[in-house]
Each structure stands twice: as structure tokens, then as C-alpha cells.
């Protein structure tokens, strides 16, 4: 777990979300910078009062430099709108900034990031919850729930249910997008992630 120096000395301790940005491409916190196109930083506003965090960049995020615009954020998209969740006013990222896969092929095909990835990336997280301070962050997967609530949280038994952060932020927590892309489910799973966006936003409402 100790494999990787982490991110925490490329992370700035003051300054807003651009300072954050501009400083990412110079993390060398992990190797997964050595292979990925591009660091891919988080997006949305500033003062956002519910944070998104998935797992870590797809390829087609890696090659354009934006979060969540591949299969998965299309489908990501979709599902807010039908929870009548606003994209733009919520800030989105990652738990892992750097894609990370094997080549097959042509191809590069997503491969999980290892528990150190996860710890040497951490920083980054850390700093934008200190920076956006949201009301409410919506947990995205297994990966994003091992970053947030450690390694015993399942979110199989508890998605869509209220929990918190050790920092004390409430937190709802639901299965990654691309699972339901790749779901023979579809139409069922489909529902199920857009109940769990709606458990969210009914949270944040109050």
C-alpha cells in the first residue's frame, strides 16, 4: 500500500479549484501518469452543493481531457436529468485522476486501479472537498467507496441510502454508470440508479 510516494506533495494547500487544476499534470504520486494521454481534473462549479465522484478517466476522457464524457457520462447525463438533477451545478471528478488499462490490440480496455492508486491519489479528492465543500457528495461505485468510506463499505447494501463521510459530509452511495451501460439489465438497473440520484437530490433537498 506503500508502493507509490502519493500525490500530497503536488497538491496545493491554499488556492481555489484553477490553482488545483493547473497542478495536476505535474503529480508524479503514482505511475498510472507514465501510460494515461492526460491527467483528467474534475468539472463544475466551485460553490456546488452536491459533488459526483466516480471512479477514475475512461478512454475517451483520457484522450479528451474532460470527466465523464464517454459512454458512461452520457448515460451519467441521462440519469440526472430524469432525477432532475442539473449537470451543471453539480461538480464532477474521480477518485483517480490518470486512466489506467491494458492494451489489447488496438484497443486499451479500463483495468480497476489498485488500492495504491487510490491512496496516492487521495490528496487530490481531499482538496477539492475542502475547496467545493459540498452539502452532499454522491458516491460512484466500489473504487469511489473505498476512496470515501473505506474498505468494509458495500454499496450493494447500502445504495441510495443516507451515510457519512469521516469527515462528516453527507453522502449517498450507488453503483458506477458504466456497470448499467454494460447491464443485460439495462432498463431495470437503469431505474434503479436514477431511484438512488433521486434518493440523493430528496436528501439535499431536505
Not at 178 to 190: K, P, Q
Request: charged share 25%.
Amino acid at each position: 500500500m506503500d508502493k507509490f510516494v502519493g500525490a500530497q506533495e503536488w497538491v496545493p494547500a491554499r488556492g481555489g479549484l484553477p490553482k488545483l487544476e493547473a497542478a495536476l499534470p505535474e503529480c508524479r504520486g503514482c505511475d498510472l501518469w507514465e501510460d494515461a494521454l492526460q491527467v483528467v481534473p474534475g468539472d463544475g462549479p466551485r460553490q456546488a452543493r452536491m459533488m459526483l465522484v466516480g471512479e477514475q478517466p475512461g478512454d475517451v476522457e483520457d484522450k479528451e481531457g474532460r470527466v465523464f464524457v464517454g459512454p458512461a457520462g452520457r448515460l451519467l447525463d441521462k440519469a440526472l436529468a430524469e432525477a432532475g438533477i442539473d449537470r451543471d451545478a453539480v461538480y464532477v471528478t474521480n477518485a483517480v485522476k490518470h486512466f489506467r488499462f491494458e492494451p489489447r490490440g488496438k484497443r486499451r480496455i479500463h483495468k480497476t486501479p489498485a488500492v495504491s492508486h487510490i491512496l496516492a491519489c487521495n490528496p487530490w479528492l481531499t482538496r477539492e472537498l475542502e475547496i467545493v465543500k459540498p452539502e452532499l457528495v454522491v458516491v460512484l461505485g466500489a473504487v469511489a467507496a473505498r476512496a470515501l468510506l473505506g474498505t468494509t463499505f458495500k454499496v450493494t447494501e447500502h445504495r441510495g441510502q443516507p451515510v457519512q463521510l469521516p469527515n462528516g459530509t453527507a453522502a449517498v452511495a450507488t453503483v458506477h454508470p458504466s456497470s448499467v451501460v454494460r447491464s443485460e439489465e439495462y432498463r431495470r438497473d437503469f431505474g434503479l440508479f436514477v431511484d438512488d440520484l433521486r434518493a440523493a437530490a430528496a436528501l439535499l433537498a431536505g
